[in-house]
DNA sequence: CCAATATAGTTTGACTTACAAACTATATTG
DNA sequence: CAATATAGTTTGTAAGTCAAACTATATTGG
């Protein structure tokens, strides 16, 4: 073994520019790594990061409509359309017509899906755990303060 | 005008559970917010985030080979091709087979390139003003610091 | 030297997520 | 009751991603 190889890629150091002084770009691969290391989440419950959120939501508040999702996430709502009829189909919620207004659907989680739900919670708050490992006493509170902050920043 | 509304969405506050105590999930939030916001810099310059991104690292590193840019954005390389190609066909960017080498491309931009760059990083410098808007003075370097963490958090 | 193996990059196919526009259906109000 | 607004669906399109199979070039043990 051990052929045909050179080192590893660039033998020089890499230089990023100001792109490491950019809260976007940092923000970005902050979250493709969450994202890659939910990929573990997703096979055990069968849940996208975006499924998960949706149930949360939904298992907090029951009878909840689609327009408040959309608002919430802010999504295009054919977006939250689809993901909701792929969450009916996996049986992960139902709905049924608002009696004093027909237009409005009220959302809830089935049995199967506040199941999904718990399992999926457990194996996030381990992956909170993990991150709170790379963090100091404190910082925790601080930066979930600025992420908040900058959504808000655009709004 | 003014016929057939009702209250903007739900009259009830929202119960978003545990979901804004995620780091995951308010990375994912500020990390759209701001996305959102690159549209305006998109109209303006032609340059999605990671096409930004990418020039912005080949134009500190010319001479770049995709393998490398491949480990730091950690993306497929079959996806870096195309974008790749895209920028080519774009002519922002052009490339030589490395002569000592034949299976690397040394890639470099164009006069172009760096025009459009240039452009683009003045628009990102103003976005990342406004986020400074909303932080207290140091926030911004703790900010960074404790992303550069949590992308490391799983390597 | 050359066969075997490793690496750089491309192509193709599939999947996910997103948005926008046109549509259906229900509700409100002048 | 006609006009308008809102909730939600359908369809089309585009960007971004990965994986697998492929081409081409390079290295090295025997």
Known sequence: ?????????????????????????????????????FARITEETGLTPGEFSLLTLIG???????????????????????????????????????????????LRLTRQGALQLEKATALVEEQERKMDATLKAGERAQLLDMLRRLSKAFD
């Not at 050179?6 to 033998?11: D, E, G, H, L």
């Not at 792109?19 to 290391?37: C, E, K, N, P």
């Open 1 to 37: 073994m051990a052929r045909g190889r050179k080192p590893p890629t660039q033998a020089d150091p890499v230089d990023f520019a100001g792109l490491r002084s950019y809260i976007g770009y940092m923000a970005r691969q902050a979250q493709t790594a969450v994202f890659r290391d």
């Open 60 to 106: 907090a508040n029951p009878g909840i409509n689609q327009i408040t999702l959309v608002t919430l996430h802010n999504l295009d709502k054919s977006t939250l359309s689809l993901a909701i009829r792929d969450l009916m189909r996996q049986e992960l919620i139902e709905r049924k017509k608002d009696s004093r207004d027909g237009r409005y659907y009220a």
